[in-house]
């Protein structure tokens, strides 16, 4: 079994920084893409920033300047460095990735999604 664990989330005040974490465990042979999510109350869920097993990354436009994703290959682990933070930034944030699964005649990429850690901003 595999599974993401998050952690880092709490409560800040606006112009304040977090930095979340997201370490996967269980059974895998890789990871390939990697991303944080956010969902806020009564909206749907967003991407924040992607980043590829290559380190290419994908920044939303709302967040660009402001958060950085990085990944550790060794430790399964990726990080989201939130500065700047802004009240409209208050959402449940998710990890998600895309971990290789090898079976008897194949193999394939597992999505598995972490479950959640709570970031208010203060204003």
């Known amino acids: 079994q595999v599974q993401l664990v998050e952690s880092g989330g709490g409560l800040v005040q606006a112009g304040g920084s977090l930095r979340l974490s997201c370490a996967a465990s269980g059974s895998f042979f890789g990871i390939n893409d990697m991303g944080w999510y956010r969902q806020a109350p009564g909206k749907q869920r967003e991407l924040v920033v992607g980043?590829?097993?290559?380190?290419?990354?994908d920044y939303a436009d709302s967040v660009k300047g402001r958060f950085t994703i990085s990944r550790d290959n060794a430790k399964n682990t990726v990080y989201l460095q939130m500065n700047s933070l802004k009240p409209e930034d208050t959402a449940v944030y998710y990890c998600?990735?895309?971990?290789?699964?090898?079976?008897?005649?194949?193999?394939?990429?597992?999505?598995?999604w972490g479950q959640g850690t709570l970031v208010t901003v203060s204003s």
């Open positions: 998600n990735a895309e971990l290789l699964q090898v079976y008897e005649r194949s193999f394939g990429y597992l999505e598995v």
């Open positions: 980043i590829t097993s290559g380190g290419d990354t």
